[in-house]
């Protein structure tokens, strides 16, 4: 009705007595949620969207006041600190200028999107605190969770414990399935024809098999539908599958980890279809003859051949 009267050119007081209400109410309401321009027209969906955005808004509140916290954030930002970094170090100089790292990321995405980019992942959106994409029926055969795994695994005493990822590109249908062991960081990177569950699981098996048997017991894998034969690659390989909780990537960091290297060489938007066998295979080679710190600067492949030289 309000629409129709402001349309019709009544006045707010004659507008307030029909709708049994005091002037300023209309008063406020036409200057809130009216045009910002032309005054003299309000819509109402357009004024319930303005109130919805209004209220979705009136909690916020910004973000790194204190002029030089937000300085330091964007310089070591700048510098590629991820925002825990930089929250910690604020606290570890002992400042009375301390903020917590969701302040940062919250500061980054709301005031300054100029830079994410610099952020360590870049994504372009952040889901809200909270948020959750959970399955609600694994599609994955006999699926076992990372929390049945036993828990000496985690202590990469013991050789054989394997962790599979795909390495995927949104310009072909090409892709990488990389696969890392625990304990000595050896790679074994291939190019793929698609990502099938078919051709993974035989792409695993045909890269595995010639492994002696203790260093084939285990793999983790994620819950994407290409790993849906793991039973396949268990029965050929004598290996046992684990799965990690859903978007739970980091229970796998060591494939993590090693897709980040890779991508130093096949970074994002590559065309895989353009990437030769060669060329994958000598990155595998050079990842796989680099010292490593966690090996006290041995390499993957000689910390392998140690782990060879000791079967029976």
């Not at 360590?120 to 809200?128: L, S």
């Not at 948020?131 to 795994?149: A, L, N, Q, W």
Request: with cysteine; net charge positive; hydrophobic share 30%.
């Amino acid at each position: 009705m309000l629409s129709i009267f402001v349309a019709e050119g009544r006045k707010k007081t004659e507008i307030a007595k029909i709708l049994d209400c005091d002037r300023s109410t209309i008063h406020r309401e036409l200057n809130r949620n009216a045009p910002p321009i032309h005054k003299r027209y309000y819509l109402p969906h357009k004024a319930h969207e303005r109130a919805i955005n209004r209220k979705s808004e009136a909690h916020q509140r910004p973000r790194l006041k204190d002029r030089a916290v937000r300085n330091f954030v964007k310089a070591k930002i700048r510098l590629g600190w991820s925002p825990e970094q930089i929250a910690g170090r604020l606290k570890r100089e002992k400042t009375d200028r301390t903020v917590c790292y969701e302040a940062i990321y919250q500061y980054v995405y709301t005031e300054a999107p100029e830079l994410i980019k610099f952020l360590p992942r870049r994504h372009k959106k952040r889901y809200p605190k909270g948020h959750t994409r959970k399955h609600r029926k694994s599609h994955i055969p006999s699926r076992v969770s990372i929390e049945k795994r036993p828990k000496y695994i985690e202590k990469r005493k013991q050789e054989g414990h394997w962790e599979g990822d795909t390495i995927v590109s949104k310009q072909s249908t090409d892709s990488l399935q990389i696969v890392v062991e625990r304990k000595t960081r050896i790679t074994r990177l291939t190019k793929l024809p698609g990502k099938t569950s078919a051709v993974m699981s035989s792409t695993a098996i045909g890269r595995l098999i010639s492994l002696p048997q203790n260093l084939r017991r285990t793999i983790t894998w994620d819950n994407a539908s290409e790993n849906v034969e793991h039973l396949r690659i268990n029965k050929a390989l004598g290996t046992k599958s684990y799965f990690c909780i859903p978007y739970h990537s980091w229970e796998k960091a060591t494939v993590e980890n090693t897709a980040g290297l890779v991508r130093r060489f096949f970074p994002k938007k590559t065309n895989f279809a353009q990437v030769s066998r060669e060329e994958v295979r000598l990155v595998e080679s050079l990842l796989n003859n680099r010292p490593r710190k966690c090996l006290n600067y041995a390499t993957p492949n000689e910390a392998l051949n140690s782990c060879v030289a000791l079967t029976p």
